[in-house]
């Protein structure tokens, strides 16, 4: 009977264990999944908004010179 007890015993620590185990594995892989998203994310949104950034800069320093020229033409005539 003591014998069953222990194998019984030891059958349901390793189970607990592999299942421990199992659980951390998932949790790690879910860790590393949301960084490598954050991360990703995070390096997406700073090309778009530099991308978006270069087009509105260029924009408004077209208008700007542009207004400035034809200032300057009309300060000219």
């Known amino acids: 009977m003591t014998i069953v007890t222990i194998i019984v015993a030891i059958v349901m620590i390793t189970t607990v264990a592999i299942v421990i ?3 951390m594995i998932t949790i790690v892989t879910i860790a590393i999944i949301i960084v490598i998203k954050i991360v990703v994310l995070n390096v997406v949104l ?3 908004l530099s991308v978006v950034l270069n087009v509105v800069l ?7 010179n542009s207004k400035v ?5 009309c300060y000219e005539s």
């Open 21 to 23: 185990k199992i659980v």
């Open 46 to 48: 700073n090309v778009v």
């Open 69 to 73: 020229l034809i200032s300057y033409s």
């Open 58 to 64: 260029n924009v408004v320093l077209k208008w700007r």
